[in-house]
């Protein structure tokens, strides 16, 4: 019995390039990788497409399971993923997501790179993996002998699921099992033991917390050795096909990035090998936790970017009170307030991805930059998510609230990266400790900065009123969280009035810098040009 006529819905957002981005591609040139574009829009194109997207959302409602015996009650310690995971995983794979740069020595492989994991954004779950693998490479290489066997499959573009030894496999993935029960973030209180063993090898007893995609190849692991806290490298399969007593005790039921496993391991004396001297466990591994930080950045920018053009496309359709809703002058205030904190995400994750490149090619300038830039970064984009995520969801009202519209997966996701890899205190701290320690940091910062300098009146004071913060060492600590807020805020302004659209940059200093901000989105002054910021968020799609 025909009831009602269905009209004034929005139609699906498919058949869209992720990659129609301008702030993306802006930076993709700016930052030495224009050569990517093409492949860069290919995968856009992909990630934007109805089946990519249907992908997303089954890997996420269909998450992994494990089974820990066969029904011969073997120890087996398997995970089983719904198939559409491994279409995602070996679609990143293939683009090299997980390793490209290294072996790629084009300038601007890192920023290649970035671009491409932005783009590929049908689930965040699966990026997990493919993060650390992209990570664990310049950890590896402090043993070269360890490097020139697994390297070039890590390396791999190859998606070879499945538990074999991983030297007879064609492609590898790499995790990371840090974190202990009683020391989180504190590493250094791991109780994980290490033993050597005649042959040169490590056998590990102990349990990890928090060790996420247990189903990857190999793991860089912490344990104390005889020598201090020590990096290993653990094989889920030794060399003769069997099974390394690695055991996974559970899978963590996570709020969000539910398409992913995380878990809890304990090792049986575990075979492993060391990687970096004895006692050097957190500088062995502190190339992958910037690079797995960058990621944290490119993430959050990318969640941001998402949400923004969800929320775009919505208002775009939409009626309401006899207007569309993108034609209401509130609603045109909150969209162009969401796509001004997205811009400048994006601006700088672009930034420190081309910072990244530049160091890995001996730039000390950027090596400098990068250690001070990539923390306040990680602090702020991270933290801006979840309130971004919120908006995003109500500018849908009560469609947002419902899974069907993919905002709720989002909102759930966007607090993870804030978390991971260092919360907000620990990455406001590593930013005291990188001012106090390193003194070049905060000049290579004042000299990017200092490139717009006299270009806009609310910048320039913003920058003396940062410079008065830091001249003042009292109560430092304490006020670490709004000192890496406002160095977070003049560096997006300055790369925004040097490198943004002349509408955001004014609107970001305008509601960043000069305080003419309220407490939530929607409060941008009068006088910003709404209309070219709107256009720059609003999909196109075929």
Not at 167 to 181: F, I, P
Not at 212 to 225: E, H, K, R
Not at 327 to 333: E, G, H, I, S
Not at 466 to 471: C, N, V
Request: aromatic content about 6%; hydrophobic content about 40%; proline content about 5%.
């Amino acid at each position: 019995m025909i009831t009602h006529e269905v009209f004034n819905q929005v139609p699906s957002l498919v058949g869209y390039d992720a990659a129609d981005d301008a702030a993306l591609l802006d930076g993709l040139h700016r930052e030495g990788a224009g050569w990517a574009a093409a492949e860069v829009h290919e995968l856009g194109r992909l990630g934007g497409s109805e089946q990519a997207i249907e992908w997303g959302r089954l890997a996420n409602e269909h998450p992994p399971a494990l089974r820990t015996h066969d029904r011969y009650g073997h120890r087996i310690d398997e995970v089983e993923f719904h198939p559409h995971w491994h279409d995602l995983m070996r679609t990143a794979v293939s683009h090299g997501l997980h390793a490209a740069p290294w072996t790629d020595d084009r300038v601007g492989a890192h920023v290649a790179r970035a671009a491409k994991f932005y783009t590929w954004r049908p689930d965040a779950g699966h990026g997990c993996p493919i993060s650390m693998t992209y990570a664990s490479v310049p950890a590896l290489r402090h043993n070269p002998d360890l490097a020139s066997q697994y390297e070039p499959l890590l390396t791999s573009t190859v998606y070879d699921f499945g538990l074999r030894a991983p030297l007879s496999k064609q492609g590898l993935l790499a995790g990371m099992s840090m974190t202990e029960k009683q020391g989180g973030s504190d590493v250094r209180a791991n109780t994980t033991v290490a033993r050597p063993e005649p042959d040169g090898s490590y056998r590990l007893v102990g349990h990890k917390w928090f060790t996420s995609a247990p189903m990857c190849d190999v793991f860089l692991t912490l344990a104390q050795a005889p020598g201090g806290l020590t990096c290993f490298l653990v094989p889920r399969v030794l060399p003769d096909g069997t099974r390394n007593p690695m055991r996974l005790m559970r899978l963590k039921d996570k709020l969000g990035n539910r398409s992913n496993a995380s878990s809890e391991v304990e090792y049986e004396d575990a075979v492993a090998w060391r990687v970096g001297d004895e006692g050097r466990g957190v500088r062995t591994i502190i190339d992958m936790v910037n690079l797995t930080r960058l990621d944290c950045v490119i993430g959050a920018a990318a969640g941001m970017r998402q949400e923004l053009i969800m929320a775009a496309h919505h208002v775009t359709h939409r009626q309401a009170f006899g207007r569309y809703l993108v034609d209401q002058p509130l609603m045109r205030n909150v969209l162009a307030d969401l796509a001004v904190e997205s811009e400048a995400a994006t601006v700088l994750m672009m930034r420190l991805a081309g910072a990244t490149d530049r160091s890995a090619r001996g730039d000390a300038g950027e090596t400098a930059f990068k250690r001070l830039a990539l923390a306040v970064g990680k602090y702020w984009v991270c933290k801006r998510w979840p309130g971004h995520a919120a908006e995003a969801l109500e500018c849908l009202g009560g469609n947002g609230y419902v899974e069907e519209s993919g905002m709720p997966r989002l909102y759930r996701e966007s607090p993870l990266n804030g978390i991971w890899e260092g919360s907000g205190n620990v990455a406001a701290l590593d930013v005291l400790r990188a001012l106090v320690r390193e003194p070049q940091v905060m000049e290579a910062f004042r000299a990017e900065v200092a490139a717009a300098a006299g270009a806009d009146p609310r910048l320039d004071a913003a920058v003396r009123a940062l410079q008065a913060d830091l001249s003042d060492p009292g109560d430092l600590e304490l006020r670490a969280r709004r000192v890496v807020e406002r160095l977070a805020l003049v560096l997006q302004g300055s790369l925004l009035v040097r490198h943004g659209h002349p509408a955001v940059a004014d609107a970001f200093c305008a509601s960043r810098l000069a305080g003419d901000h309220g407490q939530s989105y929607g409060t941008l002054p009068t006088g910003v040009d709404f209309a070219a910021i709107i256009a720059r968020a609003t999909p196109k799609v075929s």
